[in-house]
Every structure is written in structure tokens, then in C-alpha cells.
């Protein structure tokens, strides 16, 4: 079965610097990826997923994410964070079938301080 | 374009009542999922459907039922409510598997 771990709990950054989330996945074929952010209060946005070809996928609001499929990683990144980034942070697995909904990890949350 | 709504927005149970927590969606996508969430644990799955009339267990199903008799409308079911139950639930669509888009949740409290 397809699994997915987020290292990191709990991240602060400052406003202005980059940022990296790690995220990664186990699974036996070449997975769909998603990474989606959810602001305190409200449900869950997709930020950007990966589905096949070029390996860094552009998401909105400045991120982006690369698939590294020797190191099973699907980190997320952005060069510089703003306030408004601070929220939590879900990476999700798809089976390529289709058959079943995704696996979500356990979150990682941002605080962005000044 | 709605997308996806919850009702209600709070919920306050006592131990052993039933309650249903409603989901709909304007989109006329066949995936249908519920997810209920607790901190540090994610979003777990529990009940998904692919398809008005076809439902599947989750992750965590039990105590929770579901049934899909149009493409619109996916209540989930709190059979008897246990204070483990209290959690925040999350009903998402999509026009295939993956690409969910989320309702704003439910907040349940059973006590």
C-alpha cells in the first residue's frame, strides 16, 4: 500500500527566506503526487501535482515541487516566503489505477515570522 | 459554481446520538470521499465513492456510514457518536481520483 511521510512537523522561516518541505512517498510504481495547503480554518487547496514528464512542476501562488524518484522525494519549495504562506502543509500519493482516493501525510505546519 | 459545500459548519453531540453530515457538490464529479482530520494525524480517509450507487470503506469506517443515491450528495453517517468521533471531517469531489477539491469542513464535538 502507498504511504507518505512528512518529516518535518513543525517549520518557522523567516519572511523572505526560501523554503523547502521535505515529503516522502512509498510506493511500488511511479506514484501521481500532490501537495495541497490548507490556512487555519478552512479546507484543503491544491498547491500542485505531478502526474508524469518534466520532474519540476510549477504550482500556484510561487511554489514548486520536484520529483526525485531515486530518493522516493517530493519536496516543496518556494525562494521566498511571505507571511501570508503560514499554514499547513499536506503532500498526498495517488495510485496510478485510479480505484482509490489519495493518501494524505500528517502535515507539516508553517509559521513565517518577521 | 458553489463547489463544494458542508453542513453544518459545528456540530456539539453527546455520547450515543446520531447525527448526519451533509456534502454536496455542483461540479457533477463521480468521486466523492470523506476525511476526517486530528492533529498529528493527517487526513484519514473514510468512506469514498466512485459513483452514485458504489461506495467503499477507508482507512476508518467504522461507526460511520455512507450511501450515494445521486451524483450531487454524499452524506456521512454517525451511527452512534463516540467521544472519539470528535474531530474535524472534510468532504472532498474531483472529476477523477486525485484532483480533490475540499469542502470547508465540519468541527464535531461529542461529549
Known amino acids: 500500500a502507498q504511504s507518505v511521510t512528512q518529516p518535518d512537523i513543525h517549520i518557522t522561516v523567516s519572511e523572505g527566506a526560501s523554503l523547502e518541505l521535505r515529503c516522502n512517498y512509498s510506493?511500488?510504481?511511479?506514484?501521481?503526487l500532490f501537495w495541497y495547503v490548507q490556512s487555519p480554518g478552512q479546507g484543503l487547496q491544491l498547491l500542485l501535482k505531478y502526474f508524469s514528464g518534466d520532474t519540476l512542476v510549477q504550482g500556484i501562488k510561487g511554489f514548486e515541487a520536484e520529483f526525485k524518484r531515486s530518493q522516493s522525494s517530493f519536496n516543496l519549495r518556494k525562494p521566498s516566503v511571505h507571511w501570508s504562506d503560514a499554514a499547513e502543509y499536506f503532500c498526498?500519493?495517488?495510485?496510478?489505477?485510479?480505484?482509490?482516493?489519495?493518501?494524505f501525510g500528517k502535515g507539516t505546519r508553517l509559521s513565517v515570522i518577521a | 459554481n458553489a463547489g463544494v459545500t458542508q453542513t453544518p459548519k459545528f456540530q456539539v453531540l453527546k455520547t450515543g446520538q446520531s447525527m448526519t453530515l451533509q456534502c454536496a457538490q455542483d461540479?457533477?464529479?463521480?468521486?466523492m470521499s470523506w476525511y476526517r482530520q486530528d492533529p498529528g494525524m493527517g487526513l484519514r480517509l473514510i468512506h469514498y465513492s466512485v459513483g452514485a450507487g458504489i461506495t467503499d470503506q477507508g482507512e476508518v469506517p467504522n461507526g460511520y456510514n455512507v450511501s450515494r443515491s445521486t451524483t450531487e450528495d454524499f452524506p456521512l453517517r454517525l451511527l452512534s457518536a463516540a467521544p472519539s468521533q470528535t474531530s474535524v471531517y472534510f468532504c472532498?469531489?474531483?472529476?477523477?481520483?486525485?484532483?480533490?477539491?475540499f469542502g470547508p469542513g465540519t468541527r464535531l464535538t461529542v461529549t
Open positions: 498526498a500519493v495517488g495510485h496510478h489505477s485510479g480505484n482509490t482516493p489519495l493518501v
Open positions: 461540479m457533477n464529479h463521480e468521486y
Open positions: 510506493y511500488g510504481a511511479t506514484p501521481y
Open positions: 472532498a469531489s474531483s472529476g477523477t481520483p486525485w484532483e480533490q477539491y
